[in-house]
């Protein structure tokens, strides 16, 4: 596979993520705050390693070295990543804003190059946690009922 068609099939990979994500429905919070004394997460691949040995299935990852992975256990999601848009970043460490922000919202979908009529309402709709540990960045959802 040639670079151009890696760089492609990682745009639409991404572009499929981001269209679960924001779902119409969906939600986006601030996660507990983490306070660390020192490094506990070095990257994506060793997160998802660890969620992996708690009893996660990785459904997929991408990036070399990984710089997003999704994975499940039950009806529980983990998105693990690393920002990569400095915009977004501010976005998710500031805890004022809400995660919701139609501002954000917009950025996102641009970024995406898709539009809010491209998205599917949730059938299941999904709070997800958003927490920044060492860089790393993890969005879960809760337990289903």
């Not at 004394?37 to 994506?44: A, F, M, Q, T």
């Not at 999704?70 to 970043?89: K, S, T, V, Y």
Request: charged share 30%; hydrophobic share 30%.
């Amino acid at each position: 596979m040639s670079d151009t068609q890696q760089t492609r099939c990682f745009d639409e990979a991404l572009k499929a993520v981001r269209r679960h994500l924001m779902e119409k429905g969906n939600r986006f919070e601030h996660g507990p705050d983490f306070e660390g004394n020192g490094k506990v997460l070095s990257s994506v691949r060793q997160t998802t390693h660890m969620y992996e040995g708690m009893g996660y299935t990785k459904l997929i990852e991408f990036g070399d070295p990984p710089v997003y992975a999704a994975l499940e256990r039950g009806h529980r999601e983990i998105h693990i990543f690393q920002l990569q848009d400095p915009c977004i970043q501010e976005w998710v460490e500031h805890q004022e804003g809400t995660l919701s922000d139609p501002v954000m919202r917009a950025h996102m979908l641009e970024k995406s190059g898709l539009r809010e009529n491209d998205l599917p309402v949730a059938s299941r709709p999904h709070r997800y946690h958003i927490n920044e540990v060492d860089g790393v960045f993890i969005a879960s959802t809760e337990e289903a009922d």
